[in-house]
DNA sequence: TAAGCCTTAAACAAAG
DNA sequence: GCTTTGTTTAAGGCTT
């Protein structure tokens, strides 16, 4: 009954499993010929005659199993037995025993106890033969199967041990034949039996070998692999997990099917033989010990890869359904590789893609035969497969840094609200809002933020923070060249409805990290000063303030305070384009645009431009020369802008009225309509309009600022009006003459009328009429120049 | 090589 | 008297 039992087993699982091919029809054949002994009258004579062996192979196998049932201890136990007893410890399936096999164990009990004839010990080993070639042809492709027939390494064990068994019996076969008549036929018939046996089992070794391989990888795959992507080639399914290297989707399927699924008891000496390695407590269900050695359909053991995998039942419901097409893909022949594409992580374009390899295969085939050969499972194999593992880790660990820090300048740049103004009302130097309205939307695409010059290298501001470079270029002690290029040419002013936006485009994406960094800006003094100012709600900064705002901008300027701020009154005076005002409050420097551009039109063009504003002798009128000299100023200080179509279009893009900042057809920010102070307005001495320093409209108390901020907007807009129409300037437009009348006016009262004391503004010592005098002799010839 | 710019350092003066 | 603010000069390095 058990056998019958394991009998039917065997066929219907051979049947099942491999029916497709003539072969295996023709294992199932013989298979059934072998049942209970019956006869299959309706077979062909060829089976008949087979049938009539395995019968008597089945009536010795039955005796001596019998037999060994009887014997206490024997190994051989009933399969029921045999599973309740280890259930967990089923080994992994022995994939080529069948089982109807006798373990060695039994077959050498068989053999001690000589309770066989040599007749029935023939029928026997016959038997085996047969079952043996049963389970061969139970893999009708071999090539392909030999790569996917998997084992354990105890397994191998094991079959060696039985390939000694098997010669050891057929040894004492031939000792208890020698008495017979028929000897030498039998030893003759036998000897051909053993070659073909050993065939089979040199074929089954090759298989063992490659089982080894395999078993290692799915070792390696448990222990890590397992969650490895899918390769770029490779089209993981769903809940799919990556195949160690070497080993198809399909391959590492019938791997797990055939180590979890054919579980299989075998016992060698009591010693159990726990295949699977990593001491994997295999589970199967299977309710024999002499079930199928093939793995069934129905492969619970599956559970376990699933729990290993941490995956829902349904998803390995589901992977079991595609791994069970590919097996039968890998089963019903390599064609289906090439028909399918032969897709494998590791073949492309002919060429295997094993790390270092890159041998040339012709074929799939070719690609498959030169895997198993050429990266079989041995120390070099395994160590590269230990290299890729750690390189797949460390691009995905480097992957997900990458990604954090992309989802944080992400969140930088569009979320995350600006540090605190300094001012009441900020300008934004470089916010991070700020970088993030001109760095992803709000920038205009007809107003390039590049810097002066068209020549000039545009500073792309989209791109990340160029901390890098700034910090090399930083820590270069000699870099006032560079400091100097980077502040004069770059550096370039936005302004948009009073909210003026200064834009270096060096800093401004590196506002955080000037701000928090120990390094210097790459910027002069003067431009960090005048970015100060401007920065500053209305234009002006007392020297405190500005000390306060380097090194609230500046970590570079929280030491060596004595030097730099020294640097900073040596340039507030130095330089004309800081203008001194005094007011109730005491003194505050504001920034003489004019002058500035002008500063920046003569280091851009090389040469001295004309100079104008402050150089023209008091006794200039304010007339058509001061305009003409305001509009040549203009010109030059704009020029390279007015021929920038971007910048001139961007007169649409609420840009300070439409002029790019400092720019405005030609008048920088903070001169509303080319006049510097904004000192303009229509007014001979310019000192009507508004003036974003506070001079005039939105002028800080007691400065003759009767305009509201609001009405900036329309004087600029107005005057700029002018400058669009004009293209520079507007007539009656800045007066140098009028800074230098405040300048004689020095001491006069303050609170006086705009119309009549425009003088009274400003009072500074840098421009006191001898100090302006020599620097007029200074660059009085070229004043003229330009007239 | 010269001119110009920038930085740094220093001296000096005035004002608070 | 000290500190702060402002001006001026000089020197050195760098770029153009």
Redesign the pocket.
Known sequence: MMQESATETISNSSMSQNGMSSLSSLCSQLDAGSRDGRSSGDTSSEVSTVELLHLQQQQALQAARQLLLQQPGSGLKSPKNNDKQRPLQVPVSVAMMSPQVITPQQMQQILQQQVLSPQQLQALLQQQQAVMLQQYCARPFKVHMEKTWRESETTQHLQEFYKKQQEQLHLQLLQQQHPGKQAKEQQQQHQQQLAAQQLVFQQQLLQMQQLQQQQHLLNMQRQGLLSLPPAPGQAALPGQTMPPAGLSPAELQQLWKDVTGGGHNMEDNGIKHSVVGGGLDLTTTNSSSTTSSTPSKASPPISHHSIANGQSPALNSRRERERERERERERYGNSLHEESGASHSLYGHGVCKWPGCESVCEDFGQFLKHLNNEHALDDRSTAQCRVQMQVVQQLEIQLSKERERLQAMMAHLHMRPSEPKPSPKPLNLVSSVTMSKNLLSVSPPNVPQTPTTPSAPVTPMSQVPQVPSLLSAAN??????????H??KYSMQLSSGGDTVFIFPEIAPNYEFYKNADV?PP??????IRQGIMESGDMQL???E??SWFTRTFAYFRR?A??????V???????KC?V?V?NVK????TVDEMEYQK??S??IT???SPTLVKNLPSSLGYGAALNASLQAALAETSLPLLGNPGLMNSSSSGLMGGSPPGLMGGSPPGMLGGSPHGLMGGSPHGFMGGSPHGLMGGSPPGMMGSSPPSLLQSDLNGSLDHLDTNGHSSPGGYSPQAHMQAIHVKEEPLNMDDDDCPMSLVT?????P??DD?RELEEGNLSDDLE
């Open positions: 270069v002690p000699s870099m006032g060249a560079m400091r100097r290029r502040s004069d210097r910027f002069t003094y003067a431009t960090l007392t020297l405190n500005i000390y060596n004595a030097t730099w701020k020294n640097a009154r040596h340039n507030l005076s130095l330089h800081f001194r005094e005491g003194a505050v420097w500063r920046r003569q280091k090389g040469c001295r500074t010592a840098n421009h006191s001898e100090l020599d």
